[in-house]
């Protein structure tokens, strides 16, 4: 990945990040400019192959997060983002993005249950839905109810500093 798509996706990230703790949500016009812009850089500065990059990229972003949003994890709005991040980085490091987002989120939400001292109770929630996932019992990993045991944070969060720690790993 080069430096200028780095440099160039950075502000796209920026304003969703603002947007996702101001709101808990990442408007389309955000999403939906990174991605166009992702192409169509590619596409000036590298050609056809640019423009397939940035198109594959987009496509495994956007699958990626997909699933995570089947599953309960991730909302709407990230999954096009990680489309537009995709656009801008390609395959790659898109992917190397959702590993290092994926930890940091699961870091910043052990933080929030153990300020909010439920632990214990979190715990066996998710022994519970694992087990019952994995008997075939429940597929549902995360539970679609009154949101009282889904932990909500904006996932923005932990994709900023996993976009940094892609980019320094390179």
């Avoid at 850089?41 to 640019?50: A, C, F, P, R, S």
Wanted: glycine content about 12%; proline content about 2%; some cysteine.
């Amino acid at each position: 990945m080069a430096v200028w798509a780095f440099w160039g996706c950075l502000p796209f990230l920026a304003v969703a990040l603002i947007t996702d703790i101001r709101y808990m949500r990442i408007p389309n016009w955000i999403t939906l400019t990174a991605l166009l812009a992702g192409v169509l850089v590619q596409g000036l500065m590298k050609g056809w192959h640019g423009v397939l990059f940035s198109l594959c990229g987009a496509i495994a972003g956007f699958l990626l997060l997909l699933i995570m949003h089947l599953i309960g994890a991730v909302g709407a709005g990230d999954v096009k983002l990680f489309a537009g991040i995709g656009a801008w980085t390609g395959i790659l490091f898109t992917l190397q993005v959702t590993v290092y987002s994926v930890l940091f989120g699961a870091v910043i939400g052990w933080i929030i249950v153990l300020t909010r001292r439920e632990t214990g109770r979190r715990i066996r929630g998710i022994i519970s839905r694992t087990a019952g996932f994995l008997l075939l019992r429940d597929l549902r990993l995360f539970k679609q109810g009154n949101g009282s045991e889904l932990l909500r944070f904006p996932f923005m969060l932990a994709v900023v500093p996993g976009f940094i720690c892609a980019y320094l790993y390179l």
